[in-house]
């Protein structure tokens, strides 16, 4: 009896070895540090819809009046400081080299309330109104900062790219551009979105790899099993789906690069050459991720490339729009 209970706690510590290790190499993902930044970064709240909600903006250093917005949102269970660490601060590093300011809202208990019927999280079961509460906090920061209402811009990943993608179809005159990533555009039967007409330029960036937002369609869960998210379109129908909302008739044209340890992006962009514009960047070699050089995401949402620079590539997006008068 003494052998097989010797034989037993070993089997068991031999397991909780290995699911440590398991647990570390798979899920282990250390933030990076906060970089020097010339500005300051401001907590606050705000009353809406019986709620006090909660962000975080980022103000460079001497900004000048006019200056943009981006609000940037976090994916399914976190927060803003979260997003905001998890892109590698690079829309803070952003900011101070470009002057805008960021917002870091947090959604109801880590969610947001895209356009997805399926899920079973507060945001989504108590229809928390969420396009209200982002355009709300972007009109105060606007008069707070003196910020150009005519250059709000919205971006997000997974959950947070999901609810950037409902502000663009039905708050296309509140925003002037929007930026998706991790995410696709549900399909008809999971979209409890009704379009408010187009006008509103949107990047999509999904990775070809990508373990939970399926880039070619299908239904959203984490290797099939968590997460669902009901079924949603391929990367490229969710992009034609803006440039058809956009009423772009113009094929679109791509280009491939090549980059450093074996990642491919493709480039495909809708544009009439006059209003809003639709780009597709579709990485083959990333997973559910933001591509940036300072912070690996866990392996299990698959790799993450040091490039391109998402937040970087966003910026360029936002920054060639136009003001709406």
């Not at 309330?113 to 209200?132: F, Q, T, W």
């Amino acid at each position: 009896m003494t052998r097989v209970l010797s034989y037993i706690a070993g089997s068991l510590g031999a397991l909780v070895l290995l699911l440590g290790f398991a647990f570390y190499y798979f899920v282990h993902a250390p933030l990076p540090e906060a970089p020097p930044l010339s500005g300051k970064l401001k907590q606050d709240t705000m009353a809406f819809g019986g709620r006090q909600r909660t962000y975080l903006a980022y103000v460079p250093a001497d900004l000048k009046p006019g200056a943009p917005l981006v609000v940037s949102m976090h994916g399914s269970g976190g927060d803003g400081a979260g997003m905001r660490s998890q892109s590698g601060y690079e829309f803070d590093r952003l900011a101070d080299r470009h002057g805008f300011v960021v917002a870091y809202p947090d959604g109801v208990e880590g969610y947001w309330n895209g356009c997805n019927r399926v899920g079973d999280y507060a945001a989504n079961a108590l229809n928390i109104d969420d396009v209200g509460f982002l355009v709300t906090l972007a009109e105060k920061l606007s008069a707070q900062f003196a910020l150009d209402p005519g250059r709000v811009f919205a971006t997000g990943m997974s959950r947070g790219g999901a609810m950037a993608l409902r502000l663009a179809v039905e708050a296309p005159d509140r925003v002037r551009a929007i930026a998706s990533m991790g995410a696709s555009v549900p399909v008809e039967s999971n979209d409890k979105c009704a379009a408010a007409g187009g006008g509103v330029s949107v990047m999509i960036v999904n990775g070809v790899g990508d373990p939970l937002n399926p880039f070619d369609g299908g239904e959203v869960a984490l290797y099939g099993l968590l997460m669902k998210r009901g079924e949603v379109r391929s990367a490229s129908a969710s992009a034609q789906f803006f440039a058809d909302l956009n009423q772009i008739a113009t094929p679109p044209e791509t280009a491939t690069d090549a980059l450093a340890g074996g990642v491919r992006v493709a480039r495909t962009a809708w544009s009439d050459g006059g209003g809003a514009e639709v780009e597709l960047i579709a990485i083959d070699g990333a997973g559910h991720v933001i591509p940036q050089p300072h912070y690996r995401h866990p392996r299990l949402l698959g790799p993450t490339p040091r490039e391109p620079n998402g937040p970087e590539l966003i910026w360029q997006f936002f920054d060639r729009q136009k003001a709406r008068p």
